[in-house]
């Protein structure tokens, strides 16, 4: 297990999100709107909004049909708006105006769930914490490094068998790691830098040349 992470390490030693963001309600605000979207698709939008909209403060006075026209490019524009309004409306009511480091507090907002809480705690606050998503949960049961049912079964499992000292980054590895080279459809094998610790069993036909 150290391995696999070693060679995650090494190939990319200071992994970061690929979102765009200045604060944690602005990471909020784009782990909200990257459900079923691409992170380019919200980074090209949060680009313009994060002009006019940097605090909870600011989008409320956006209001939501002001939202919904920075975000339109961006798939289930109008439920996330909705969302992202009342999340901004209980943050200044509840919070000060201030993002919680708090799971509980944080899956209280609305359009956050234990994904999202996942990604704000560890990328904002620096939590240990392991965020899965489809991607990982595809590498954590197609490698073999932690086999589940479902996201919370693998990531339960991630934070047992993954070593202290690679927790911290170990999110943004696997998910860059399934984002780009163990692909779901034409995973690319021969660049793979733990395909010899991989259980996988149907490598793609030319990475068996």
């Not at 609305?110 to 990604?119: D, I, Y």
Request: aromatic share 6%; with cysteine.
């Amino acid at each position: 297990m150290i391995t696999v992470f070693e060679r995650l390490r090494s190939a990319n030693p200071a992994p970061r999100s690929e979102l765009s963001f200045g604060s944690p309600f602005e990471l909020l605000v784009a782990v909200v709107l990257s459900a079923q979207a691409t992170d380019k698709s919200v980074n090209l939008a949060t680009a313009d909004l994060f002009k006019d909209a940097k605090t909870p403060a600011a989008m409320l006075k956006l209001g939501r049909r002001g939202l919904e026209r920075r975000i339109k490019r961006i798939g289930l524009y109008r439920t996330k708006a909705k969302n992202l309004i009342a999340a901004c409306r209980l943050l200044i009511e509840k919070h000060g105006g201030e993002v919680p480091r708090a799971r509980e507090e944080l899956e209280e907002l609305p359009g956050v769930g234990r994904k999202t809480a996942n990604v704000i705690l560890n990328t904002a606050f620096g939590q240990p914490t392991i965020a899965v998503d489809t991607h990982i949960f595809r590498v954590a049961n197609r490698t073999g490094l932690a086999p589940g049912k479902d996201v919370l079964a693998v990531e339960q499992e991630l934070l047992k068998v993954v070593p202290g000292e690679f927790k911290l980054d170990a999110h943004h590895w696997l998910i860059l790691h399934g984002r780009y080279v163990c692909k779901a459809r034409k995973p690319e094998c021969p660049r793979c830098p733990i395909r010899d610790l991989c259980v996988y069993r149907h490598k793609t036909e030319s990475s068996e040349r």
